[in-house]
């Protein structure tokens, strides 16, 4: 959808696939920096991140207007890139919240 967006405000492909890049290179050193911090915060902070950072990406991308809309662009993909990486603790707080013998049960809605 995003792409879409940036080529209807007149960006060329080769824009579009340099703030791509630009924000999934970007993202790999900060990917490792939250996860070394996320080691010593609890699950449900990361689960609140998740919303959080999503509803910040979406104010950004609704703000990408005009001289600053690369930036507010680049910006929300960054973020929304950094969001990805918290996924995982869906599947950590099921395990915790759903013991192995009721989870076949929650799965299946018995």
Known sequence: MLPMYMFMTDYTVLEVGIIFTLVHVLSIPVTYVVGKIFDKVAIR???VLIDGFDGISTILYGLAYGPIAPLM????LLIEDITTI???LYQAAERILY????MKEVLLGI
Request: glycine letters at 22%; zero cysteines.
């Open 73 to 76: 662009l680049f910006l929300g």
């Open 45 to 47: 902070h990361g689960l």
């Open 99 to 102: 013991p192995e013998g009721k």
């Open 86 to 88: 918290f996924y995982p």
